[in-house]
């Protein structure tokens, strides 16, 4: 399948290709997903001079990864969650790994030159008073562990020289995050890859696996026999393993591109050029791409079925309209969805299934930088049994039914739940 029709396909640097895989063949380790934590693992591991293939069903970049809100943001989502199963030791290790997740992403566009209109800054806004008392003690814990960027509160008056919007009271604004163009990033990356000697097959679905000394994968034209195996298919895994697969639930989340903004408009929407999430679990994302379009996402759709193109137009641009009333005569020009891979607790989800069997999943709607930082730890827990990764295998996941009876009402269910719980929070300010 080519890349959904979306902004960022219609503005890719230059088209990729890889061939298939049609033989047998052999390699220490066999990366499964062309996605952000697949690619960045082969890289890590080629950096060290292991040999790495990788396959991904469709094209490079056609998960999550080549069609996201591009917001680069430090830490994992949640990362509080992990001290309630690890020593604060443990879990302090796991907050600094996530608060250097966007350095290892602008060390990769500097070192292999990745054209991705990358830019600085980023400003979480809140929209009542416990939101803004969250930021304000975000703030304060992140700098007591060491969060090496600025990080800086403002109120609702000078957050006006940021967003200018009626919605929100304030926010926090983190310089270390920023913007890019994910698939530019992606596609970027899998030519890092490949020039680092990764093998990468395009089109190669990855039909089974049998584990053991030596794991061997199953494709529809060829197999690969591997030492190490990392499962890197998030969202997307589908059958392939089914205990990961209901560790996590797929939920879709859409994004509207508009035409381009003349210069009066940008002035009364986000004069300062940062990208923008609120604090609400169904959240509003946004930001200006390269060339001036509003990029803005949400989830619209709470039944569970397939998000489609008229869907999302009409309601994320209501959703838009919301917050910057004046868009209302702008034309939207593109349109699309996603799967993120939300876990029970928000946290994300690193481990083995076996000795030699590793996989990352769950970011829970926020990967760009933090599947490069799972990427770190997979590929450091292959080469030398980084104790990252052993913390992180001991932290417990709920496993949910099967089927898709329940997946489907359930994240209904689920969603509506916050749809809520965000309405009421914002309702008693
Ligand atoms: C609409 C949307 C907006 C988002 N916005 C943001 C944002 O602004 N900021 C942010 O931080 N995060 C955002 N996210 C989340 C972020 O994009 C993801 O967390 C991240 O890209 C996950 O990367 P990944 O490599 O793990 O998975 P993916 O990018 O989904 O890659 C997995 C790949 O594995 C392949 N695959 C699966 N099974 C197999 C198989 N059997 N054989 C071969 N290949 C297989 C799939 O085809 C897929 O390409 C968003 C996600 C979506 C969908």
Redesign the pocket.
């Known amino acids: 399948m080519p890349h959904v029709s979306s902004y960022y396909a219609a503005s890719v640097n230059q088209k990729s290709h890889f061939e298939s895989l049609s033989s047998d063949i052999k390699t220490h380790v066999c990366v499964?997903?062309?996605?952000?934590?697949?690619l960045n693992t082969a890289i890590s591991l080629a950096e060290k001079n292991y040999d790495v293939v990788l396959?991904?069903?469709?094209k490079i970049g056609?998960?999550?990864?080549g069609?996201?809100?591009?917001?680069?943001?430090s830490g994992f989502t949640f990362s509080d969650y992990f001290s309630k199963h690890l020593s604060s030791e443990e879990a302090h290790q796991i907050w600094k790994i996530g608060a250097v997740a966007t350095d290892i992403v602008r060390q990769r566009v500097n070192q292999y030159g990745i054209s991705c209109d990358l830019k600085e800054g980023f400003i979480e806004v809140a929209m009542n008073a416990s939101q803004m008392r969250e930021l304000i003690e975000r703030k304060e814990d992140w700098q007591t562990k060491g969060y090496k960027h600025q990080l800086s509160i403002v109120e609702e008056s000078s957050l006006k020289d940021h967003v200018i919007s009626d919605r929100y009271i304030g926010g926090l604004i983190d310089s270390g995050s920023g913007h890019l163009h994910?698939l530019n990033l992606c596609l970027g990356e899998a030519q890092a890859a490949k020039s680092l000697g990764v093998k990468i097959y395009e089109q190669?679905?990855?039909l089974s696996f049998e584990a053991g000394e030596t794991v061997t994968i199953h494709t529809k034209e060829g197999s690969i026999k591997a030492e190490n195996l990392v499962l890197?298919?998030?969202?997307?895994?589908?059958n392939?393993q089914k205990k990961l697969r209901r560790m996590i639930f797929p939920a879709s989340?859409?994004?509207i591109a508009t035409e381009p903004l003349n210069d009066k408009m940008i002035n009364e929407t986000l004069p300062s050029d940062m990208a923008v999430c609120d604090l609400n679990t169904i959240l509003d994302?946004y930001r200006l791409s390269s060339d001036r379009r509003m990029l803005f996402?949400g989830r619209y759709n709470y039944s569970g079925a397939e998000p489609d193109d008229a869907g999302i137009r009409k309601h994320i641009r209501n959703r838009m309209l919301k917050v910057f009333p004046s868009l209302e005569n702008l034309k939207i020009d593109y349109a699309w969805?996603?799967?993120?891979a939300v876990t029970m607790n928000r946290i994300p989800q690193l481990g083995k299934l076996d000795r030699n069997i590793f996989y990352?999943?769950g970011?829970s709607?926020?990967?760009?930088?933090?599947?490069h930082a799972a990427a770190e730890i997979i590929s450091n827990g292959i080469v030398n049994e980084d104790k990252s990764l052993n913390i992180l295998n001991r932290v417990p996941h709920v496993q949910l039914p099967g089927g898709k009876w329940f997946s489907s009402p359930a994240m209904a269910i689920g969603m509506m739940y916050y749809q809520f719980r965000d309405l009421l929070s914002n309702y008693i300010k």
Not at 55 to 58: A, K, Q, T, V
């Open positions: 499964i997903g062309g996605g952000f934590t697949g396959i991904e069903s469709e056609w998960g999550a990864s069609r996201n809100g591009g917001q680069l943001i994910p190669t679905k990855a890197a298919g998030n969202a997307y895994i589908g392939l989340s859409c994004i994302y996402g969805s996603g799967n993120v990352a999943q970011y709607g926020h990967g760009v930088a933090p599947t």
